[in-house]
C-alpha cells in the first residue's frame, strides 16, 4: 500500500529551509517528508526517527546526509547529544498512523481481522492483548474515558471482562464481538475508531511520549528555529496548542510579574493548517489532521 504524506508541501514551506540546516523528522515512517527536506538542502542534515522496524526495512535511504534511528521520538535528547548536535534548524513529526502499519497484521485497524497487538514498536513489553485481558476494570474505564473520549466507557469496560471471563479475546474480530452488545449501532464507525484509538494510545503511552518530545524539543530549537507538529485528535492537538502558547500542558498563563509571557514559543498561527478539499478526496485519512507551527523565541 502507497502511503501518501499529510500536508506535505505545508510543512516544508512552514520549516523555511536553511540549506545548510540540520532539521528532524521525529516520525519518519514512509519517508515522505524528510525526502522533501533533503531536496531542499546542499550541506544540512536530517535526523530521522521512527520506533517501527518493519517500516525501515522497506523504506531505506542511502543519502549520507540522512541519518535513521530506530526509537521512539522521546529519546530525541539522548541521540541528538551522541550526534554532537546541540541546537537544530527544524523539527518535525507527524503523529498519524502510516498507511503500512493500518493495513498491517498488528490489529491497528477495526476494518480488518488480524491479533490484538496495536504495538508501534513491535518489541515492546504491552500489547493490545494484555490491556484487552488483563487490565483492571478502573484501569480500562480512566483510558477509555480518557483517551478515547468515550461517553459509555463503565458498560464498555464491563462489557469486555464479562466476555474475557468466558474466554480469552485475542484478535480483532473477536474483540468486536466481545463488545457488540454496547456498539451505538448509528454511529457505530465512529465509536470504534474512538475505542481503538483509546488502546492505541495505552499501548504506546502517546500522550506521555508526546509531552516528553515536546520539552525536548523545545531544548534543542535554535532562536527563529520551527517546531512543526501534525496531530489527529483533539486529544493530542489540545496538548500542542497549549504547550506553543503557554510553555505548559495545562494551558495556565505563564507570565513574569511584567505581563510577559514566558513561553520559549510563539504559535505562528492562531487557528491551526487543515487539508484542503482536493487532499482530502485523494487521501481520506488526512481529513481529520491538524498542523500547528511554533517559533523559537
Known amino acids: 500500500m502507497t502511503h501518501i504524506p499529510v500536508l506535505l508541501n505545508e510543512t516544508i514551506d512552514n520549516l523555511c529551509i536553511n540549506p545548510n540546516g540540520t532539521y528532524v523528522d521525529a516520525t519518519y515512517g514512509a519517508g515522505g517528508h524528510t525526502r522533501l527536506i533533503l531536496s531542499k538542502i546542499n550541506k544540512g542534515r536530517v535526523i530521522a526517527f521512527d520506533q517501527d522496524n518493519h517500516i525501515l526495512k522497506i523504506n531505506t535511504n542511502a543519502d549520507k546526509r540522512l541519518e535513521i534511528i530506530n526509537q521512539n521520538f522521546i529519546y ?109 449501532k448509528n454511529k457505530k464507525n465512529k465509536y470504534l475508531s474512538q475505542v481503538f484509538q483509546a488502546i492505541r494510545i495505552e499501548v504506546n503511552s502517546e500522550i506521555e511520549n508526546l509531552k516528553s518530545f515536546l520539552i525536548q524539543s523545545c531544548s534543542f530549537l535554535k532562536k527563529g528555529a520551527r517546531l512543526i507538529i501534525i496531530s489527529y485528535h483533539s486529544l493530542e492537538d489540545r496538548i500542542v496548542k497549549n504547550f506553543f502558547k503557554y510553555g505548559n500542558f495545562k494551558g495556565l498563563e505563564n507570565k513574569d510579574i511584567y505581563g510577559n509571557n514566558l513561553s520559549e514559543l510563539k504559535a505562528i498561527h492562531k487557528k491551526p493548517i487543515v487539508p484542503d478539499a482536493k487532499e482530502i478526496f485523494e487521501n481520506k485519512r488526512s481529513r481529520s489532521a491538524k498542523m500547528r507551527i511554533a517559533i523559537k523565541l
Open 76 to 184: 530525541l535528547q539522548n541521540n541528538l547529544s551522541l550526534l554532537d548536535i546541540d541546537k537544530v534548524d527544524g523539527i518535525i513529526a507527524d503523529l498519524g498512523l502510516s498507511s503500512f502499519q493500518i493495513s498491517s497484521t498488528r490489529g491497528f485497524s477495526y476494518k480488518h481481522d488480524s491479533d490484538l497487538d496495536m504495538r508501534m514498536n513491535p518489541d515492546s513489553d504491552v500489547s493490545a492483548y494484555d490491556v484487552i485481558n488483563n487490565y483492571e476494570f478502573e484501569d480500562l474505564k480512566q483510558i477509555f474515558r480518557d483517551f478515547g473520549e468515550i461517553k459509555n466507557h463503565s458498560s464498555l469496560s464491563r462489557q469486555i471482562i464479562k466476555s474475557r471471563d468466558k474466554k480469552k479475546i485475542k484478535t480483532v474480530y473477536d474483540f468486536l464481538e466481545s463488545i457488540d452488545f454496547v456498539l451505538p
